[in-house]
């Protein structure tokens, strides 16, 4: 079988999370493909709310079987805490939860790293995460890095140590000023090691080589968005990973005739955490509104998201770079009560109207230009059918089907795993 693509098309934090739970059902195995705990996965069913960081979010179905791939990096510390607080679910981690052996480690002093290149940068920060994930990735693309299947060799901690010894340096050379307990971190990362070595280790990428050639069926989950992929996102304000399509091929090791389905999920705004650039942003009473009903806070940090109009120069941009078959449309219920909606159809770049998603989009060289289109007034979070919805939505459903060519499948109308209409 064919490997489908889950990806988000903004700036993260789209709704994947709860999609693939919702998708799970339809497929044997679930694969996170980059990224890592930076990324914050939100779903919700029977009243719990659950937020996944590094672990697939296939984890609740029993069937399924969840791969965290090559591509990831893993932060033994966080990832602990995440099986921790999934105790209550009597789920089989050992056989359920497989880590490819090439998948890179966070060490304590990639956070710290993080944090003083973050100091050293001011007001130019790019609003990281903290969580260590630009400079684990310096490290396995300057072929330092540590891995997996590092931990399964008798001088691991040798390893660890050489490693860890070239980031103090490093901190030394960042000067600037940085409170941490080096013997309490390396304490915290051994005992989460030990933790981490109770599961299963794999070669991931034959693993799924074998699944695919027995047929089974694989869903590879996206973390963070199109805009923030490192090489099509709005570079320097982005992760450190390829968020989109082509990062599936490397960070499974699945090659790209094997790919089938990609859907492509947005939100029906747009919301960016972080810093940099975002053409359609609000300052205003519209911008405010989206905040508090969207609840827009980040789902790994709590940081205020900011929020604005739907971006079509940025969501055509990301379908073509993705190769989007199917959108999902999320969070089509916090616009309800809009009188006008508006969605940016062009900028207005460098004097020129262009309608393509340009080298750079700081506000000094972009300015929206924007269609307007009726709002509806209707509270969708009960609907749970297409022909119950408003027909200004459909209308605007059909705008953006028309704008992108491609069909929206999935209208999401609340956080709940049911408040999801499929069309
Ligand atoms: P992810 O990172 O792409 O998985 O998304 P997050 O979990 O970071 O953020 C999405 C947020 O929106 C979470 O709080 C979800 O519970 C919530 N959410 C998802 N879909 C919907 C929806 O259709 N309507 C509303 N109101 N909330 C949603
Ligand atoms: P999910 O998977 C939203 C943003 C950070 C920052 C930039 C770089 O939940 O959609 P990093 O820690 O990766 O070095 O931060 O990327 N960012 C996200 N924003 N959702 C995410 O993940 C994100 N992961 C990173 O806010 O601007
Ligand atoms: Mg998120």
Redesign the pocket.
């Known amino acids: 079988m064919a490997v489908d693509l889950l990806l ?1 098309l903004q700036w ?9 739970d919702v998708l799970t059902q339809n497929y044997n195995l679930i694969s996170r493909f980059q990224g890592g705990p930076n ?6 069913f029977d009243g719990y ?1 659950h ?2 960081h590094t672990i697939p ?1 296939g984890i609740f179905h029993k069937d399924a079987v969840n791969v965290v791939g090559n591509g990831v990096v893993i932060d033994p510390v966080i990832f602990n805490k995440e099986i921790e607080n999934l105790s209550q679910f009597d789920i089989d981690f050992k056989n359920v939860l497989l880590i490819s052996r090439k998948a890179h480690l966070i060490l304590p002093t990639h956070r710290l790293l993080d944090a003083a290149s973050e100091k050293a940068k001011g007001k130019d920060k790019i609003g990281s995460t903290l969580k260590g994930i630009g400079p684990t990735y310096m490290d396995k693309t300057g072929r330092n890095g540590m891995r997996v299947g590092d931990l399964e060799l008798e001088n691991w901690k040798e390893i660890f140590e050489t490693l860890t010894q070239k980031h103090i340096n490093m901190l030394d050379f960042y000067n600037v000023e940085l409170e941490y307990d080096l013997d309490a971190l390396r304490e915290e990362f051994f005992a989460s090691v030990a933790e981490l070595r109770k599961l299963t280790f794999i070669d991931s990428e034959e693993y799924l080589h074998q699944a695919i050639k027995n047929n089974k069926t694989i869903l590879a989950e996206g ?3 199109s805009l923030l992929d490192v090489d099509f996102g709005t570079y320097p304000f982005v992760t450190s990973s390829n968020t989109t399509a082509a990062g599936a091929c490397t960070g499974l090791g699945i090659a790209p005739n094997q790919i089938g389905e990609v859907y492509g ?1 947005f ?1 029906a705004y747009t919301t960016r955490v972080g810093s940099g650039p975002f053409p359609t942003e609000l300052f205003d009473e519209d911008g405010a509104t989206m905040a508090k ?8 940090t709590g940081r205020a998201r900011r929020c604005g109009w739907l971006d079509m120069v940025a969501l055509k941009y990301a379908c073509q770079v993705n190769g989007v078959t199917q959108l999902n449309m ?5 616009l309800s009560g809009f009188k006008t909606l508006k969605v940016c159809t062009a900028y207005e770049y460098k004097g020129e109207v262009i309608e393509h998603f340009p080298y750079n989009i700081e506000p000094e060289n972009v300015k929206p230009i924007y269609t307007e289109i009726p709002g509806w007034q209707e509270d969708l ?1 009960g609907m749970t059918s297409e022909d119950q919805l408003p027909q200004a939505l459909l209308d605007y459903i059909d705008f953006i089907e028309k704008g992108t060519g491609i069909k929206i499948t999935i209208v ?4 709940d795993r049911k ?2 209409i499929e069309r």
Do not use: R
């Open positions: 988000g993260g934090d789209e709704g994947k999370g709860k999609i693939v990324a914050g996965h939100t779903l919700i709310k937020v996944l979010s973390a963070q968005g999920i939100k009903v969207g609840h827009e806070f980040g789902a790994t999320m969070k089509a219920d916090v979070t999401s109308v609340g956080p408040q999801t």
